[in-house]
């Protein structure tokens, strides 16, 4: 049987993220109607290479896929050689037969499907008339949050702040060439807080950047950084009185930026308003006024990459492209 | 970067048992050592499909090489389809960057490692002039199991059993063609025992096979095919002072043999000798006489595969074997 391979740049050409953004909230939906087994996840870590790889897999009963993204973070990398620091590799099987049908980069789709991870959120728990968006870190997923979210709103303004202050001046080049946004540089997250109807977070924090006294009335939180113990980018504070909303509430309990919270004694896991894949089925109100606080705090689950892999692998075959190789 | 990619072919072509035997070992050694970092095994269920898929991955700091098998059962394949039953897919990842260095299949590499494992148990359990074999089914790792076998012993008579009785004329045929010894068929699992120096149960079973009174003083035992809880070969009688070995404990206790005899109350954890790895490392004594039972409960690890699709990747190397695609 033949297996389809598809590089990074095939998964490019393969998806918007308009798709990816559909797709996610389909999977998030399957996983709150009890559809998808998802393991818990796996990582190994290698602290004398500065690297760890953790493995995300799952079952969806719905499209009948399993899914299994192999995800390294080699902090050294670029240096000594030429790869990237993040590097991701996915697997599609046949849920019918266990025929391994795809095999594909996940690099971007950890990037993609994270950044529609957060616009669903939005489009949930946002104010509709939010136009101001504070943005830490400079990174790609600083980058893909925002593209995400000019999906879903009609976002103008964006105020980034990152400690790499070097890595500003290509993020707003970069932001403002692909999306009708004005990218303000900020000297301190106090600054960029100043105005924002949404608030994302995409460090690798491990010691909070924003006090609970920046954050206003109505403001939509997107926590994304904190996604393994010992990472933490928002004040516990924020979380009392916030509709905190979790996309796994296992997983965020465990290593999100909720568990920050709930160790401070801040919340009670009870306190957790709802899993996201919840609101998107329409099961509990969403933002019920224009002064709440709501937070949504994702740790990233395997249900994301398997619903956009399974529509990359589809769009990649309606398109005719990749290379098919014959294992078995 | 170009990632390796080798069928199920280039695999066959690629390595020996008697290579993968020393492989084996050495990857006993390094977990024995401490040098593998090995998780647990994740576990998904397709009941409507009839199927499962286990992923069993590990780092090896040793060979500094990530390894990463995805292998499913699909017990329906082959009826409406013309795919195996079980189809295994094993990842190498570079430890030092992250990157996916080779895909191959790993069907063939499940069937020779496990093989290798019951070889590497009697080398160091089974008495030196050990000459007959009892083998409980009569399927691939029947096969793998004698073939093994058959590189460290000489062994001259296989007494197979099997309750797919069909399956046993090409088994003999096979068996007889591939090694220098002498195949009966046999009736019953207690024809079977007669005069047996090893015996190795590769079934399904989950009602156990071999009664404790069938068992000779002096005998190899070698458990393979429960490998999961509620599956059952030998009666737990036969624990009660043998010199029981695992393969790790701490899989064994929870879905292997072990896990049966530790149940019906006939031992203890405490009472299973050693792991393989310590006996490999020489660090505890093996077989004291001739007239012990000596027993090997084998669940298949991780290292198992790493090594051993290690050495196919070095081997496929040196020969110019498979494709390389480039995915990032």
């Known amino acids: 049987m033949k ?43 290698m602290p004398a290479n500065n690297g760890e790889t953790d493995i995300k897999s799952c079952y969806n009963q719905l499209n009948e896929r399993i899914s299994v993204k192999v995800a390294s973070g080699f902090y050294d990398n670029g240096k000594s050689n030429d790869l990237p620091t993040m590097i991701g590799t996915i697997l599609l099987f046949d849920g019918k037969t266990g025929a391994p049908l795809c095999i594909m980069d996940g690099s971007l789709i950890t990037g993609i499907r994270t950044g529609a991870a957060g616009a669903i959120s ?44 070097d890595e500003l001046a290509r993020y707003k080049d970069e932001v403002e060439a692909q999306e009708k946004v004005r990218v303000v540089l900020c000297d301190t997250p106090e600054e960029a807080m100043k105005g924002a109807d949404i608030a994302i977070s995409t460090t690798p924090s491990k010691k909070y950047l924003v006090e609970r006294a920046w954050v206003q009335p109505g403001t939509h939180i997107i926590a994304v950084g904190a996604d393994m113990a010992g990472k933490n980018e928002w004040d516990p504070e924020v979380f009392r009185g916030a509709k905190v909303v979790n996309d796994s509430i296992s997983q965020c309990v465990s290593r999100g930026e909720t568990r920050n919270a709930i160790l401070a004694g801040v919340i009670q896991e009870s306190d957790i308003y709802a899993e996201i894949g919840q609101l998107v089925a329409g099961q509990k109100p969403l933002r019920e006024n224009d002064q709440e606080i709501t937070l949504f705090d994702t740790t990233g689950m395997a249900i994301q990459d398997n619903v956009t892999a399974v529509k990359v692998y589809q769009l990649a075959k309606e398109k005719g492209l990749g290379q098919y190789f014959e294992f078995i």
Chains 1, 2 share one sequence.
């Open 3 to 45: 297996t389809l391979l598809l590089s990074i740049d095939h998964v490019r050409s393969s998806l918007s993220m308009k798709e990816v953004i559909q797709a996610v909230e389909e999977g998030y939906q399957s996983y709150d109607a009890g559809m998808v087994q998802q393991p818990d996840i796996v990582s190994m870590e």
């Open 122 to 165: 939005a489009k949930l728990l946002a104010r509709k008339d939010s136009k101001t968006v504070a943005v830490f870190g400079g990174g790609g997923q600083a980058r893909m949050q925002v593209y995400a979210l000019c999906q879903v709103l009609d976002i103008q303004e964006v105020r980034v702040y990152s400690e790499y202050k």
